[in-house]
Each structure stands twice: as C-alpha cells, then as structure tokens.
C-alpha cells in the first residue's frame, strides 16, 4: 500500500482550505459593507442555503462518506476503480438533475419551509427569486465532490482543496465590478454563483483525467454494487449533514427576528476557518487513509494516524474557541463594523461568535470520529446519532427562544455539538483500540488546553488595556494583526516550552509533502 501521507495531506488541503476561507472573509466583508444586515441580505442568506444544505447530503455527505471508502478499497486491492467511478457518476448526475428539476417547480415551497417567518413581507418573494438563479449550483458542486472524492482516495488533495477558492475569487470580483458599474451589487453576486460552479467542476474533473481517471456522462445503472452505494449512503446523508440541518432549523427560528438570519450567517461563516482548515482537512485526509489501513489489516497504523490527526485538530481548534470567547468584539467590529453594518450589528454577531466558538472542538471531532464508522462501510449508527443530535438542537432552538430570543440557534448548535460528539466516542467503544487514542495523545492534550490558556489571559488583558485602539480607524486593522501575532506568539512559545507540539514536526512533514 502507498501511504497517505497524513500531516503533509492535512496541510495541504488546510493551506487551500485557508485560502478560500480568507477570500471568503472578503466575500462577507463587501457583502456586509455593500449589503448589510437586512432584507436583502436575509433573503440572500436563505437562497444560497438551499443548495448548500442540500449538496451536503447529495456529494459532500452521502456520496462522498459512502462513495470514497469504496473507492480507496478498490484501489488498495487493485479492482476496477475507474468502472465503479464511472458508474457512482452516472448514478449521481441523473439524481441531482431530478433534484434540481424538482427544486425549481417547488421553489416557493423549499423557502416556505425553512424560512416561513419571511412569508408576508418582501423577503419571501426575493428568497424565491435568488432561489431559482442559485439553485442549480448544486449539480455543479455536487459532480465536483464526487471527482474530489476520486483525487482524495488517490492521495491527490490539491486540485479538489483550491476548487472552492473559486467561488470567493468569483463572488468578490463580481462585488467589485457590481459596486464600480453602479448596479445592484446583489444582483450580480446572485448569477455569479453557478458560473463559478461550472469553473469549480471544470477544475476538478481536468486533474481528475490527469490522474488517469476518465468519466463521462453515460446511462445509470442500479447494479448491486450500486445498490449497496445508495444503501450505504442514504443514511449517511443525515449523519454528515446535520449541521446543514441545524442550521436551518436556526434559519426558522430567526427568521421572524430582524436582520437575526444575517448575524447567525456572519457569525456562522467566521467560526466556519478554523472549521474548515482543520476539520474539513483532516476529514478529507483520514477517511481515505483509516479505509485503506483498515482493508490492509494495519490497526496499528490506522490508531497512529486518528491519534495523529486528534493532536492536529484540538492544536489548532482549542486556541481558537479561546480566542472567539476572549475577543470577539474587536475581531467583529474590525472584519465587518463598516458601510452597512453598524455598532449594534457588530455586538449582536460578537455574541452569536462566542457561542459558537464553545462548539467549535465539537464540530471538528465530528469529523475526526465520523471515518472511524465510514471507513467500515457503518453509517447508519452516525445516522442515529444524527437524529438525537437534531431533537436535541431542534427542541433547545424552539425552546430558549421566548426566554433568549435570536440567540437560542448558536445555543442549540453547540449543545446539539457536543452531544453527537459524546454519542460518536459512545458508540466507537466496541472498534477496539483503533478507535481510541493512543498515549502521545493523552500525553500532548492537557499541554494544548493549558498553552492555550496562557494565550487567552495574554489576549484578555492586552485587549482589555488597549481597547481604545480598536475604535481608531488609522489604528484597527494594526491593532488586530498586532493582536493576532501576539496570540500566535504566546500560544506556540507556550506549547513549545510546556510540550504540547513539537514544531520541528512540521517541517519535516512540509519537506515530505514538497518531495511529493
């Protein structure tokens, strides 16, 4: 077996990961700026859901939770990988043109029913409107992480990682353009988003061809592989999408609340880097490699690598769940406070940031233990797990709302987190020491908290004596990356000094990774 090789895959698809996620920083920022907090933007936050929520469950969630483990097997024992491919391909396209097909005759109903606090005011009508332009996105994005998926099993991570750098690049150019002209800068970020689609596939199925994997369209087939696909990855659907899920479940509880559907998407968005650069990366890394150890027969060396990829996850998850709690106001005001988005904007995302932030290592393990059960072809117990972590998210959001108002889906969101995280560790019991975490880890994550901790009292009390510098235009954005280099700083020296990390480590796996 050709190894995966772990931390240089995690750096790799977390640098492009990091790429889009600054990039789209500066989408949300000319969105705030140009847009603002409102009915357009509200109306704009729930179309461009509908295809995100759904290309979770159709690529990113199902297919690929079911579709790559299969595919990696293959190509550990020399198959037909390219003939299965093929076929998931053919059975993919023609269920997401009858999704589209039905989204767009139902359109009024699918924002009905997970915006319905829009019906009677302007919103509604503008939702559906954005809806039908959008929605189509998810056929582009849907056959583009299948091809993904293929580039990942093979141990290739950057083509599929730098595709939705794209879409920012494409969303922030049209901005731009829209504000120079004078036209409604909505308008052309809404048509904008299946054009950099389109580019996002074409990308990813180029440097699939050039790994010597060919597909193209052709006549699905229900074999009995195929059918064991669908079996696999009906639930998996649900397990992989729940967050998708609860956030939409926050939409319907906001929605009544004004300008509370843009604060929760800001805030969403801001926890969602180092969702994205740590989780997203080493989801995409672990699960082809755990699949790929696990057919060889190497527990050792599939217990070594979650072990590995845990120390890298709460590394860089812990110190930034401390630095949304310790700072959120002047992280805010300094990325968004401009244009149209004011001071009571700013306070109301700040909290929804700080909330969230407590959920943060919850999301991130979700994907650190979920390819424990999808490497072995298990997603229905995630899906059970999911559907706890639902009834859990959906009873607190409705629940806390008359008492805290706006805030009860970040609320809900992170206690839905932590508990389908308690359920998937529950559950990984019966996997035997594969699925449990070996010494060095243990050893390394009491050292994480606790230089994470120096950091947070280092950024608490340089942000409470300076607190003046984040009002002054001439000094904010200095004073933020002032701030973000001394948190930096402290954490590392700190994990160095008290053994939590070893830098050195991640040298050694960039030069591996350039030899590559």
Known sequence: MKPIKLLSGFLTVGFWTLASRVLGFAREILLTAYVGPGPVMDAFVAAFRLPNMFRRFFAEGAFNAAFVPMFAKKLEVGEDAQGFAQAAFNLLLMAVLVLVGLGMVFMPGL???????FAGDARFDMTVGFGYIVFPYILFMSLAALFSGVLNATG?????????????IFACTAMVAGAVVGGEVITWLIWTIPVAGVAQLALVWRATEKAGIRLRPGRPR???????LVRVAVPAALAMGVT?????????????IENAVSWLFVADRLYQLPLGVVGIAVGIVLLPDLSRRLRAGDETGARDALSRAGEFSLMLTIPSTVAFLVMPVPLISVLYERGATGPEDVAAIAMAVAVYGVGLPSFVLHKLLQPLYFAREDTRSPFHYALVAMVVNAGLAFGLKPFVGWIAPAI????????????????????????????????????????????????FAVTTQFAW???LPSWRYLALLGLIVLGAVSYFGAGQVLGAFKLGEFKRALRRGNRS
């Not at 924002?111 to 606090?117: D, E, I, L, S």
């Not at 998708?244 to 009544?256: E, F, M, P, T």
Request: hydrophobic share 65%.
């Open 244 to 256: 998708q899920i609860n956030l939409v479940v926050g939409q319907l509880v906001a929605s009544d």
């Open 412 to 459: 809900a969101a992170t206690a839905a987190g932590w508990v389908m995280v308690a359920m998937l560790m529950f559950g990984a019991r019966g996997m035997g020491e594969v699925a449990r975490f070996d010494a060095r880890f243990h050893h390394r994550i009491w050292r994480i908290i606790a230089a994470s901790a120096v950091m947070g009292a280092v950024l």
């Open 222 to 228: 229900l074999t009995p592989e195929m059918r064991n």
């Open 156 to 168: 290739r991570f950057a083509a599929a990682a730098a595709a939705p750098v794209l879409l920012n």
């Open 111 to 117: 924002v009905w029913a997970t915006a319905n606090g």
């Open 469 to 471: 510098a984040f009002n």
